[in-house]
């Protein structure tokens, strides 16, 4: 039996630290034996969810002189969200890493805690929807000037960027394209101005790309994608130095905050992120091909497919080029539509980065804000599919796809 008085008085101690590993301990020996602390309670060799938002001051607030060495409200920290950020701070090669409700919420807390007034924001005209929403919606309501580039302009980003520029924003492999850009270059360019350098790494992962190696001053993600890699939780991450991490509303204030169960679902999800993205990696690569060499299928985007130029910066950036593939098949929506429906191994669905195969029409679901002529002039086919190929037998994918287009005669 445990006395109240015990109750009241559990001898918390600060927060433990993670297990520091060695430095050649490769990527797959870290997401799985990274983020690990002593259990003191249990000896838990999974980490438990603490799923309290509150944690006890048995002395009083007053008695403590480190506030920040405790828990106290889990929107500040929580011992179950701290796992994932830390896996991914390692990943990323970044000092501090933030998780927050979602992809959109982490953009959303980087943006308004970075931006401001008279300030101009830089960002590619073809990338997520609801990024490039947030971009022309809400930042010109607060006196922000943002630029949106096209995909030849962004080739030369030195032309772009100037004083005034406070935030460039990309995205490689974009979304929906796959289209390759230079971290580097665009790094150095924005390195010559003073202005900060974001890049979204959904789609590569940081097991195909590390944005901050390339330069890159933070670097974000929706981690309801490959990192959950399930299709069961929404979450975003934000990774990059301290110093501008502790900028990013520290507290949680915007309320942008991960529920500690989607935070251990993401840590538990994460130690097979290694195994899963090469099998995704295998099955974007040989589907790509195959569907390349396929009489119906008109054009296939995969990174570094488009030109020399891309396959050459591809080759320097990326480790492994991922499951996304996009394809705009003979016959436009009409027979984009009766060739999903021909698919047994792929839902039809959107979101992307889980085991299971996906497909959206992105003109119908990610870009439907976007008028018919704008998604032509950004090379939107409106019957271009987007494939999210998951860990299936590429083999059976490569059948399931080539049956499909063949009855389309
Ligand atoms: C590349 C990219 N970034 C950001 C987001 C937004 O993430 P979330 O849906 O987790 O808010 C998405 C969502 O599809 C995405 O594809």
Request: proline share 6%; hydrophobic share 40%; charged share 25%.
């Amino acid at each position: 039996m445990t006395d109240l008085d015990e109750l009241q008085d559990p001898g918390r101690r600060p927060r433990p630290r993670f297990t520091v590993l060695p430095e050649w301990a490769g990527v797959s020996t870290r997401l799985v034996h990274g983020a690990q602390r002593p259990d003191y309670n249990a000896g838990a060799v999974v980490p438990p969810v603490y799923r309290s938002t509150t944690f006890h001051f048995p002395s009083g607030f007053s008695e403590v002189t480190d506030r920040e060495s405790l828990y106290e409200y889990t929107r500040l920290a929580n011992p179950t969200t701290e796992v994932p950020a830390e896996l991914l701070r390692d990943l990323e090669g970044g000092e501090s890493a933030r998780l927050f409700a979602s992809g959109m919420g982490a953009f959303t807390s980087l943006l308004l805690s970075l931006v401001r007034t008279g300030d101009e924001v830089v960002a590619l005209d073809m990338i997520y929807g609801g990024t490039m929403g947030v971009l022309a919606d809400l930042l010109p309501r607060f006196g922000v000037t943002v630029r949106f580039v096209n995909e030849r302009d962004a080739r030369e980003p030195e032309k772009l960027l100037s004083e005034k520029t406070r935030l460039a924003v990309i995205e490689s492999p974009t979304n929906p394209l796959l289209t390759v850009h230079d971290i580097a270059r665009w790094a150095k360019a924005a390195d010559a101005v003073g202005c900060l350098l974001a890049v979204d790494n959904t789609f590569a992962t940081p097991i195909n790309q590390n944005p901050l190696a390339l330069g890159a001053d933070v670097v974000y993600h929706s981690a309801t994608k490959y990192l959950g890699g399930h299709s069961d939780l929404t979450a975003g991450a934000v990774v990059g130095p301290q110093d501008l991490l502790s900028r990013i509303d520290p507290r949680g204030d915007y309320g942008s905050v991960l529920d500690p169960f989607a935070a251990y679902l993401l840590g538990r999800s994460m130690k097979t992120l290694a195994l899963r993205m090469a099998r995704h990696n295998e099955n974007g690569r040989r589907v790509s091909e195959a569907l390349a060499n396929h009489p119906r299928v008109r054009e296939v985007r995969y990174p570094g497919r488009a030109s020399a130029e891309e396959e050459e910066i591809a080759s320097r950036q990326m480790r492994g080029r991922g499951g996304m593939v996009s394809v705009a098949i003979e016959g436009g929506a009409a027979a984009a539509e009766q060739f999903l429906h021909h698919l047994r191994f792929v839902h039809v669905a959107s979101s992307l980065g889980g085991v299971d195969s996906l497909a959206s029409v992105p003109g119908l679901t990610s870009h439907r804000h976007l008028p018919p002529k704008e998604l032509e002039r950004r090379g939107i086919d409106p019957g271009l599919i987007r494939f999210s190929f998951g860990i299936e037998d590429p083999d059976d994918l490569v059948r399931d796809l080539t049956e499909a287009l063949d009855q389309l005669g």
